[in-house]
Nanobody
Framework: QVQLMESGGGSVQAGGSLRLSCEASGYSPRRLCMAWFRQAPGKERERVAK???????VYADSVQGRFIASQGNTKNSLYLQMNNLKPDDTAMYYC?????????????????WGQGTQVTVSS
């Protein structure tokens, strides 16, 4: 099981951009399926993007075309470039990882979670 730490959150005006980073520590012999989730107060957690070990990426409809998730050069590092941010994007953003390279459906398969980084978008 790896340990994850997010960074890069902050406050920005609508239309602006932010880049989130997630760094993993702990041993893993392979690139893992990783994902970005977010949760706003009073709302359910939403998976924003998931990236399989081979780089295959799936986005939520709400962020398609605005957000780009990518693997870093360091094994099991993950980034989220967020463009054209909207007030509805305001949430705590979490990085998560599964034990496998392929992504199994369902948040229950994500066994490692970061502490989260806050993103606030003002209108």
């Amino acid at each position: 099981q790896v340990q994850l730490m997010e960074s890069g959150g902050g406050s920005v005006q609508a239309g602006g951009s932010l880049r989130l980073s997630c760094e993993a520590s702990g041993y893993s012999p392979r690139r893992l399926c990783m994902a970005w989730f977010r949760q706003a107060p009073g709302k359910e957690r939403e998976r924003v993007a998931k990236v399989a070990g081979d780089g295959t990426t799936v986005y939520a409809d709400s962020v398609q075309g605005r957000f780009i998730a990518s693997q870093g050069n360091t094994k099991n590092s993950l980034y989220l470039q967020m463009n054209n941010l909207k007030p509805d994007d305001t949430a705590m953003y979490y990085c998560a990882a599964q034990r496998h390279s392929i992504c199994y459906s369902g948040s229950s398969f994500f066994n490692s979670w970061g502490q989260g980084t806050q993103v606030t978008v003002s209108s």
